[in-house]
């Protein structure tokens, strides 16, 4: 005799199904869970790594432009060192021409009046010189007019003449000497001239170097973080493959046994003999 189709809204059916359904369901929920999470942990990943790129940023351009603000103010200070030192190259300059212009001063003055004393001395030399000889003239003059003649005038002319080349003589060394003294001290007037001259030095400026200008921040190289993997979605096919199985395994094992079924439980467990009865004795 054929059996009924089971039905779908039967127990075993439904019971199934509603396994199935809260596999599916639950199997989904975690899938949903865990791509959410995936989510959640790559945007915090990337909410942390464009703060510090953020952060990092400013604070590249904060030191770049305390770096330059710095370089600005010593530029202003290298500029205004060199101008000082520029003028104090030009105000030395200006003091050793006045110091070398009033030692050249003092030297024509020296020259002068060496030159005032050379001609002085000879001039006197000369004076002398020809007073000598105007006294001779005047004694041989008056010799003759005192009647005196001849050789007495002559050896009084003589002797006035021999004093005066001696003097004459002397005269010529006593020039060559005072020339050669007024060379020496003129010489010796130049060298006090230039030492005076020397004396102030020319003010060689100090070498000042630039400041170094700072470079602009380079752009942050950096890796962005990878996105966090999600779940698979072939693991989600499979786990819902699995409770569908599972469900139809369940719904198996809940429908009754068929008929065959049962007979051949029966024939296979067999039957249990009658046990015989013992007889019995009387007395």
């Known amino acids: 005799m054929a059996q009924p189709k089971e039905s779908i809204l039967s127990y075993a059916s439904i019971a199934s199904i509603g396994k199935f359904a809260a596999d599916s369901v639950t199997a989904y929920a975690n899938y949903q869970f865990q791509a959410a999470e995936a989510k959640r942990k790559t945007a915090v990943a990337q909410q942390e790594f464009w703060t510090q790129y953020a952060a990092q940023s400013q604070e590249n351009y904060r030191n770049y432009e305390y770096q330059l603000n710095a370089w600005y103010r010593e530029s202003d200070y290298v500029q205004k060192r060199r101008q000082y030192e520029q003028q104090l190259a030009e105000q030395q300059a200006t003091f050793k021409g006045a110091v070398a212009t009033a030692a050249t001063r003092n030297f024509e003055k020296q020259l002068a009046d060496l030159e005032g004393r050379f001609y002085e001395e000879e001039a006197k030399d000369t004076i002398e010189l020809e007073s000598i000889r105007a006294q001779s003239i005047a004694m041989g003059a008056k010799k003759a007019a005192g009647g005196q003649v001849g050789r007495t005038v002559q ?32 010489e010796a007037a130049n060298v006090a001239r230039e030492n005076t001259s020397n004396q102030v030095q020319y003010y060689t400026p100090q070498p000042i170097a630039d ?4 470079l602009a921040p380079l752009p ?3 890796m962005q973080p990878a996105a966090v993997s ?3 979605a072939t693991a989600l096919t499979m786990s819902i493959g699995n409770a569908a199985f599972n469900a139809y395994q369940n719904y198996k094992s809940m429908l009754p046994p068929k008929p065959d079924e ?6 296979d467990v067999g039957v249990v003999p009658k046990p015989e009865a013992v007889p019995t004795t009387n007395p």
Request: charged share 20%; aromatic share 6%; proline share 6%.
């Open 155 to 186: 050896r009084l002319q003589n002797q006035y003449n021999q004093q005066y080349l001696a003097n004459l003589s002397n005269r010529q060394i006593t020039r060559n000497f005072r020339v050669a003294d007024k060379i020496r001290a003129s």
């Open 211 to 214: 400041p170094i200008k700072p």
């Open 230 to 232: 999600g779940p698979s």
């Open 220 to 222: 942050i190289t950096a």
């Open 262 to 267: 049962v007979k051949t439980k029966v024939s």
